[in-house]
């Protein structure tokens, strides 16, 4: 039985219980691995929960007027929508910032110098912007509500001052959300993901890093969606990245997304590396050089794959290292006076020698 069919339309405990107990009925034992386990349990606890959160007041006075608020703000938004496709980007943060959750309030570029949180969801807003530019039909339609949610979040981040960005809004948005690959190698032999989400791009990692924690929470159990098998591959690209080959910057990472500021940050490298980054540097690193280094490994990989099981791919021993890999301009450098159009020594090969160079002068 497919693990990923399981009846999510079995409310209770009990009933779920039931289902498990016939799944592993019908599973060889080889089959009944530790992974495979703990998502039949969690199956089960998900329902438990749920009928936990039923005996408590969720919904208390105080959150019912934020509720109210927000609903207000979106039916405003949405008929900014109604004018047409572009009513999203005739919304300033001065003259209609009465539609935006509480009046009085504006978004400032001091509040977004001063609040971290603020500027990586511009910057993820922005990513969203471009995407929603190109996109048509029924993705369109979701990115232009996920952009309303990301709006009304700025205005929640700056009420409560975060350290980090908690998009819940956007979070829900993307958990019921589909994110077909559409992949092709272009002119060039470069991989391009015309899909939703693309782990080729930077920026895109730099936006699910950023809102990792609520997106990780969101999509957690939910076997089947897109969500979560997409945030478990970004957990093991970002580990095949970082963990080994550079093991500060995977410190970083989980220190950003653990909420430390970087402040803290600065500190515990120091600390474990003996290494003192500026705060500049180190959100440098987590905005721009991480995200970078992620996106370039996914596409090695990708490539990886297809010239071994989609086409034939020619590939090369590096005279220096040894190691064979594609022949590829991604790996080697072009050189039309060679044979095949690369050099013989690998880019990295050729970066490590350059910077031996100018360690020793």
């Known amino acids: 039985m497919d693990i990923r069919k399981l009846d999510y339309s079995l409310k209770t405990a009990e009933e ?12 060889p034992p080889s089959q009944l691995t ?45 008929s900014k929508f109604e004018n047409g496709e572009d009513g999203l980007y005739n919304i300033t943060m001065d003259n209609d910032k009465n539609v935006l959750l509480t009046p009085k309030i504006s978004i400032s570029p001091k509040d977004i110098a001063e609040i971290p949180a603020l500027a990586d969801l511009k910057d993820a807003i922005e990513v969203m912007k471009e995407q929603e530019k190109r996109a048509t039909g029924k993705r369109k339609y979701k990115l232009k509500k996920w952009l309303i949610e990301m709006y ?16 819940s809004g956007a979070a829900r948005s993307f958990a019921h ?32 890093l950023c809102n990792y924690s609520a997106l990780k929470e969101e999509s957690w159990g939910k076997f089947d969606g897109d969500c979560y098998y997409m945030m478990e591959d970004l957990d093991d690209l970002v580990d095949d990245t970082l963990k080994e080959k550079y093991p500060l910057y995977y410190d970083l990472l989980i220190y950003k997304i653990d909420g430390k500021s970087n402040a803290e940050i600065q500190f515990l490298l120091e600390l474990d590396y003996g290494i003192k980054h500026s705060v500049e540097y180190i959100s440098s690193l987590w905005r721009n050089k991480i995200p970078k280094l992620i996106a370039e490994n996914e596409v090695k990989r990708y ?33 039309k006076t060679s044979k095949d159009g690369f050099y013989s020594i690998c880019k990295d090969c050729r970066n490590k020698k350059n910077k031996e160079e100018e360690v020793g002068e």
Not at 40 to 56: C, R, T, V
Not at 193 to 199: K, P, W
């Open 16 to 27: 779920r219980k039931k289902l498990v107990e016939q799944i592993i009925a019908e599973t």
């Open 34 to 78: 530790d992974n495979y386990i703990e998502i039949l349990s969690n199956y089960i606890i998900f329902a438990m929960d749920k009928n936990e959160k039923k005996k408590k007041e969720i919904i208390t006075d105080n959150r019912m007027i934020t509720i109210n608020k927000r609903e207000t703000s979106y039916q405003g938004l949405v």
């Open 177 to 208: 959300s589909e994110f077909p690959d559409d992949i092709y190698i272009d002119e060039s032999g470069m991989p391009v993901n015309r899909g939703l989400v693309s782990f080729f791009d930077p920026k895109h990692i730099s936006a699910l």
């Open 152 to 167: 009304q979040e700025q205005y929640t981040i700056k009420n409560d001052v975060k350290q980090t960005i908690y998009t």
């Open 303 to 335: 490539l990886n794959w297809y010239y071994t099981y989609q086409e034939k791919g020619k590939w090369k021993k590096c005279s220096r290292c040894g190691e064979v890999k594609l022949a590829h301009n991604i790996y080697f450098s072009k050189n």
